[in-house]
């Protein structure tokens, strides 16, 4: 699944996954499980996820490896936030000829970059993990999460600077890749302005087009 950063790729991808009944892979939130854990990993990944970076390539690959190497992978799985560097698209392409596997499809979340600064500054946080934003899922009370009356917060990346910095190095560095998967023929371009379900929709209804052809039930 790709596309800017808060195009969508996350909830996205949940919703193919469950289509599939494969898993559902975030290298977002694998980072994210070792810094609330202080991991090695997790201590390093974080200097760069706070100042809107993207994380390096060599620790990326390596946690990604380890996951898609767990027997829950075998029959697929839906990669969100991967890769977004031509290095890393490289690399998964040799991680998965090893196990003799490929990617069948590119979904692109296609956004403008207006869009994109507007959804992630708008974003609010809770303690208990609730999300939600101040245009188009506010919390019944404002500043207030509606699950346990705890204070929403904006986090570190959350800002419209930060956001510019993510849109910047997305475009540098992760652009790129579709037109590496067009090249290829996979990449399949979806309207990611439309409300959620009318995304899934689309994006399910493109995955059975290429089923139906491949002959997949």
């Known amino acids: 699944m790709l596309g800017a950063p808060a195009s969508g790729k996350g909830t996205q991808s949940v919703v193919v996954a469950q289509k599939l009944g494969v898993p559902h892979i975030s290298t977002g939130d694998i980072f994210r499980w070792n810094i609330a854990n202080n991991t090695p990993i997790g201590t390093e990944a974080k200097k760069y996820i706070d100042k809107g970076m993207l994380v390096p390539d060599e620790l990326t690959i ?9 027997e829950d992978c075998k029959d697929g799985f839906v990669l969100d936030g991967f890769p977004r560097t031509i290095n890393q698209q490289e690399s ?10 490929s990617i ?33 899922y506010p919390p019944k009370t404002a500043g207030i999460c509606d699950l ?6 904006t986090r570190k990346d959350d800002t419209v600077e930060v956001a510019n910095t993510r849109l910047e190095a997305y475009k540098l560095q992760s652009e790129p890749i579709i037109a590496v998967y067009r090249e290829k023929g996979i990449l399949v371009d979806i309207d990611g302005h ?15 087009k290429y089923s139906s052809k491949q002959g997949v039930v």
């Open 62 to 70: 390596q946690i990604l490896k380890d996951r898609i190497e767990m």
């Open 194 to 208: 439309k409300p959620q379900d009318e995304v899934s929709e689309d994006v399910l209804n493109e995955i059975e």
């Open 148 to 153: 346990c009356n705890g204070e929403l917060y």
């Open 92 to 101: 998964l392409d040799s991680m998965l000829a090893e196990c003799k596997k």
């Open 104 to 136: 069948d499809m590119a979904i692109n979340l296609a956004v403008t970059d207006n869009e994109v600064i507007r959804r992630i500054s708008g974003r609010r946080m809770c303690k208990c993990g609730k999300a939600y934003h101040i245009v188009t």
